[in-house]
């Protein structure tokens, strides 16, 4: 039997942009069942950059690299420059994110949401120590 040990992301304000809807609601839900105040989910890279400039404080984002043909860099360099955590979610091999982006953690696709949530609580703690 696996015991899961429950993730206590209360008062985490995380963003999640995935353009797929099954995927970003998984991770949504997983997020919001560990205590997080979940933005989004958001699905392009656009609508995430104008939601991005409402909000003072984000904690952390859960980013899929490739949203309809558009690469999410843009809004990896606006939250890193705002200090927030980001995690990558993909399909993609590691060759694909650029140098800039390599200490941001990634996650393969297809992948179990519990483990994106632990990666991001991972993350986010480290920042916040």
């Known amino acids: ?11 985490f304000r995380l963003l999640v ?16 069942a560990a205590g997080a105040v979940v933005v989004g989910p958001v699905g392009s ?11 003072d404080t984000l904690d952390g984002a859960v980013l899929d690299v490739n949203l309809r043909g558009k690469m999410i860099f843009p809004v ?20 694909v994110i650029p140098e800039r982006f390599a200490t941001v953690k990634r996650c393969q696709k297809p ?14 703690r480290i920042a916040r120590a």
């Open 76 to 95: 990896a360099d606006e939250l890193i420059k705002r200090n927030v955590q980001c995690i990558f979610v993909t399909g993609y091999d590691q060759s």
């Open 111 to 124: 992948f179990d949401a519990q483990v994106i949530v632990q990666t991001l609580l991972e993350a986010t």
């Open 1 to 11: 039997m696996v015991v899961t040990q429950r993730r206590d992301m209360t008062g």
């Open 45 to 55: 890279v656009d609508d995430t950059l104008g939601l991005i400039g409402e909000f």
């Open 17 to 32: 942009v995935e353009d797929e809807y099954f995927l970003a609601t998984e991770v949504a839900d997983e997020l919001s």
